[in-house]
C-alpha cells in the first residue's frame, strides 16, 4: 500500500458516518496516558476493512486489514492521528471499517466508522 503523511489535519466535521467517495479521508486522533509519563511505547494501529476487504487491481486476494506500527510518547499533550482516504474507486467498500490501537495482545481503544453510499 501507499502512506500518506499529513503536516496538519484539519478535522471538518466529528462524525461515525462517511461518504465513500473519491477524497473524502476519515480517522482518528489518540493520546496515550499513563506512566511513565514521557516513555515511548510501541503502539500497533490496525485498521479492519468490512467484508471481503479490499482488492487492488491485477491482485487475487482481498486484504482484511493493515497494520501500522507507531511509537508514542506516553502523555503527549499533541494527538497521534491515524486516518485513511479514499484515493481509488477500489478501495470504497461500504460497511463497518474498525480502527484498534493496541499494545501487543492488548487492545486499548477502538473506533467504528460506516462507510455509506456516494
Request: avoid cysteine; charged fraction near 25%; glycine fraction near 12%.
Amino acid at each position: 500500500g501507499v502512506r500518506h503523511f499529513t503536516v496538519k489535519e484539519e478535522l471538518e466535521r466529528a462524525t461515525t458516518t462517511v461518504p465513500g467517495r473519491i477524497g473524502v479521508q476519515f480517522g482518528v486522533r489518540f493520546r496515550v496516558s499513563g506512566r511513565p509519563a514521557g516513555a515511548t511505547v510501541p503502539v500497533t494501529a490496525r485498521l479492519i476493512y468490512p467484508a471481503p476487504g479490499l482488492r487492488a487491481p491485477g491482485t487475487a486476494e482481498h486484504a482484511t486489514q493493515s497494520d501500522i506500527e507507531m511509537v508514542v510518547r506516553v502523555g503527549d499533550p499533541t494527538p497521534t492521528y491515524r486516518g485513511f482516504g479514499f484515493d481509488d474507486e477500489w478501495e470504497i467498500v461500504r460497511g463497518t471499517w474498525r480502527f484498534e490501537f493496541r499494545i501487543g495482545d492488548d487492545v486499548l481503544a477502538v473506533q467504528e466508522f460506516m462507510v455509506d453510499a456516494r
